[in-house]
């Protein structure tokens, strides 16, 4: 059974920056789409950034300009580079990858930005 694994959430102040991790726990075939989707509370979870295995990058308008996101194929890892934030950025962060086996989800990472 896969499992993700995600670090690097936490608190910090608005205007500052934060980078997420997740990490596949054993290597994952055929990996088609990775990302990162984020759930405020009392709203749905809505996505924050894609990249595909060809590098093509997704992100909702929100969060342009201000987060990256990037994957290490290798080490079946995707990142999220999130600077400027903002306190309406607070959310649990989920990882998702798909693949042509299926879809995985990480159990999500606190992130608050304090005003």
């Known amino acids: 059974q896969v499992q993700l694994v995600e670090s690097g959430g936490g608190l910090v102040q608005a205007g500052g920056s934060l980078r997420l991790s997740c990490a596949a726990s054993k290597s994952i075939f055929n990996i088609n789409l990775m990302g990162w989707y984020r759930q405020a509370p009392g709203k749905q979870r809505e996505l924050v950034a894609t990249?595909?295995?060809?590098?093509?990058?997704n992100f909702a308008d929100s969060v342009k300009g201000r987060f990256s996101i990037s994957r290490d194929n290798a080490k079946n890892t995707v990142y999220l580079q999130m600077s400027s934030l903002k306190p309406e950025d607070t959310a649990v962060y989920y990882c998702?990858?798909?693949?042509?086996?299926?879809?995985?989800w990480g159990q999500g990472t606190q992130v608050t930005v304090s005003s």
């Open positions: 998702m990858i798909t693949s042509l086996l299926g879809g995985y």
């Open positions: 990249i595909s295995s060809g590098g093509s990058t």
